[in-house]
């Protein structure tokens, strides 16, 4: 009787998760659908107005702006998602931390720049841009609230509208590629923090607070070191690629290999509502939240599968619709491979998700070790001998080392089917 009542309430609960996920997908997930493929956009229209030798230079700066962010972030927007669906009183001071680590790392950039103009310049629009990229913490407020149709979809287009718009006018009235690129991007981010922060403050929700617990900040630090590993691999080869065989390879590189990227939106829409969803479903039924995910992750297998075959028998067909010629001869291969390790990296996103809401966050910083290693020892042989086909080899190897050891001990850590 109590094993039947159970398992009724059990599915219940099963049954509004999946209302809430397919609301998030619908509405939180679009919007960082159009986040993501900004950048794809760009470079899809810059590479026509600008040289390779400049595109290089810009790809250059995107990647420094890209790392910074995720470093000035620390981890907490995760956080945000995992609890605040246990305690609500977590939000101001994970916000406050956020504001004021933003304010850290924008200062850092615009001092080194100050003092040896490795960024020719461009400090302090480096500076604005970081503090403004704290957005990503204060939007995962209302995905970890469950407020999935609040989380950020209006302000994201609006955003994006904007950066677009801005974008045009400035390189209308001749500012640089990186300067209009810049002052765009700051402006747009700090259009989403401001609408979204005077949401939080007239909730109530907001109070002066800065204390949080040990178990948050050990939290944060394993995924801060998860998305810092991630960045790091995904942009610093840019920065390896620039240094080592010049603007103009970079700049054939970077738009081939963030084509290759694009389907981790599909990834982000999938793990935007996920991580709240299931740590507040493992709780109730934990096989039931096992099911779910290895469901997940087969069907988005299933989906990569079939969309890589397509996109195979027309690689550089697509890239010279997308970006030049030149791109597309040389870049069909570096496309290739890291579409496929993206393929292999979003599959094994919903498996991520589950350990960091079951509180196994340790495992995925191991994970993380493993990838830097690989990466860190293969990369700069691999760019000397292959060029930038080498260094997409590399990305492939990482991320299906990694996909088999999430494999692996997703299946160690199997619920008995009876809780």
């Known amino acids: ?50 040289t390779t030798e400049e595109l290089g230079f810009l790809s250059f700066i995107i990647a420094l702006i890209s790392i910074f962010s995720s470093l000035s972030e620390l981890g907490l927007s995760n956080c945000q998602n995992k609890f605040l669906a246990e305690d609500t009183s977590f939000l101001s001071p994970i916000l406050n931390w956020e504001i004021i ?53 209006y302000q994201t287009i609006a955003s994006c509208l904007f950066f677009a718009g801005s974008l045009s006018l400035f390189f209308y009235w001749h500012f640089s590629a990186v300067e209009s690129v810049l002052l765009a991007r700051a402006g747009s981010w700090f259009l989403v923090n401001s609408w979204m922060l005077s949401r939080i403050y007239l909730s109530g929700l907001y ?5 949080l617990p040990k178990v948050v900040w050990l939290f944060a630090f394993h995924t801060f070191w998860f998305s810092s590993v991630e960045l790091l691999i995904a942009q610093v080869d840019v920065l390896l690629v620039k240094a080592m065989l010049g ?6 590189f970077k738009p081939a290999s963030l084509l290759g990227v694009a389907p981790m939106v599909l990834g982000t829409l999938i793990a935007a509502p996920l ?47 997308v970006y030049t010629p030149a791109i597309a001869q040389e870049g069909s291969i570096v496309f290739l491979l890291m579409f496929a390790s993206t393929c292999l990296f979003v599959t094994g996103m919903p498996l991520q998700e589950f350990f960091l809401a079951k509180g196994i966050s340790a495992f995925v910083g191991r994970v993380a070790t493993v990838r830097l290693i690989l990466f860190s020892v293969l990369a700069f042989p691999s760019i000397y ?35």
């Open 247 to 252: 603007d103009r390879l970079a700049g054939i």
């Open 275 to 321: 991580l709240s969803i299931l740590s507040r479903q493992i709780k109730v039924a934990p096989f039931q939240a096992w099911l779910l995910t290895r469901s997940l992750a087969a069907g988005i297998f299933l989906l990569m599968a079939g969309i890589f075959v397509f996109i195979a028998a027309f690689s550089e067909t697509i890239l010279a619709l």
């Open 1 to 50: 009787m109590v094993l039947h009542a159970l398992t009724a309430y059990s599915q219940r609960s099963l049954n509004l998760m999946k209302k809430l996920y397919l609301i998030g997908i619908g509405t939180h997930g679009f919007g960082k659908i159009l986040s993501q493929a900004a950048p794809i956009g760009l470079l899809m229209v810059l590479s026509r107005y600008i």
């Open 207 to 211: 109070q002066w607070a800065w204390k």
């Open 101 to 153: 680590l933003a304010l850290l790392f924008g200062s850092f950039l615009l001092l080194i720049d100050t003092l040896t103009d490795c960024f020719s310049g461009y400090g302090i629009y480096l500076f604005w841009v970081t503090v403004a990229s704290s957005f990503s913490v204060i939007v995962s407020v209302f995905s970890g609230l469950l407020r999935l149709v609040e989380s950020g979809i």
């Open 385 to 419: 001998f292959l060029g930038i086909l080498g260094i997409s080899i590399v990305h492939f190897l990482v991320y299906f080392v990694s996909f088999v050891l999430y494999i692996i001990n997703f299946q160690l850590i199997k619920p008995n089917r009876d809780q």
